[in-house]
């Protein structure tokens, strides 16, 4: 099963892994602006220390979100032994990047700066309802912790205030790799074929910590 997956993406390749990379990370640039704006704007901001949304159950996510953590974790030597972690944990698990804290109710991500798409919109982004009017979507601590900044928020958003749209994020990122951004796996599955991808692609060339690789 492996092998046909790898031999049905490597003929979506049109650009190299290392583009791809930029282009996803160009992505997330704008969506950290556009998510810091709104943060400002609305005051709100997660809690300190909370990292629930990582115990969500079944979060799940595509391949193309995880390139820049799979290439990461490639350029460090460590693409094997993460792909071995998984292989040992059980379906359902919290991500592989999250690191529990003594209660197993909190945490934070070890991997903060090479986090996936849907990590990155948690909780300051919207969606669209059947008349497609954005409506804000955000966690249960943020609304139990900040009631009144949260109503404020809901209005704005319905009133036009600027937020990112978790949908128009995911559109970007099918342009960037049609296939690899629009099959969602549970997280570790996601972040497994990520890390499967790279080490495909540069299997058949030199690897080379240049510009464009």
């Known amino acids: 099963m492996l092998d046909l997956y790898i ?6 390749y ?17 969506l950290s602006k556009d998510v810091s704006t709104f943060q400002q704007e609305s005051k709100l901001h ?9 115990y969500k159950p079944d979060i799940e996510a595509t391949v193309l979100e995880f390139l820049p953590f799979a290439y990461h974790v490639f350029r460090n ?24 804290f003594s209660n197993q109710q ?31 979507a955000t966690c249960r601590p943020i609304k139990e ?21 978790g949908r128009d994020y995911y559109m970007q990122m099918t342009a960037i790799d049609f296939t690899l951004a629009n099959e969602f796996y549970p ?8 890390i499967e991808t790279v080490l495909s692609y540069y299997s058949y060339r030199t690897f080379r910590f240049s510009k464009v690789s």
């Open 7 to 12: 031999r049905k993406i490597s003929k979506a």
């Open 46 to 54: 997660c809690l300190a220390g909370c990292g629930k949304c990582c």
């Open 106 to 136: 909190t945490g934070h991500c070890t991997m903060y700066a090479h986090r996936g798409l849907i990590c990155r919109l948690f909780g300051f982004s919207a969606v669209r309802d059947k008349h497609n009017n954005p409506m804000l």
């Open 14 to 30: 049109m650009s190299s892994i290392y583009q791809k990379v930029q282009a996803v990370e160009r992505v997330f640039r704008q």
């Open 145 to 165: 912790d900040q009631p009144a900044a949260y109503e404020q928020a809901k209005q704005a958003v319905v009133q036009g205030t600027r937020i990112s749209i």
């Open 187 to 194: 997280i570790n599955q996601a972040i497994s074929r990520a």
């Open 77 to 100: 030597g460590e693409a094997l032994q993460c792909l071995e972690r998984i292989k040992t944990m059980q379906n359902g698990s919290v991500c592989i990047n999250l690191k529990t």
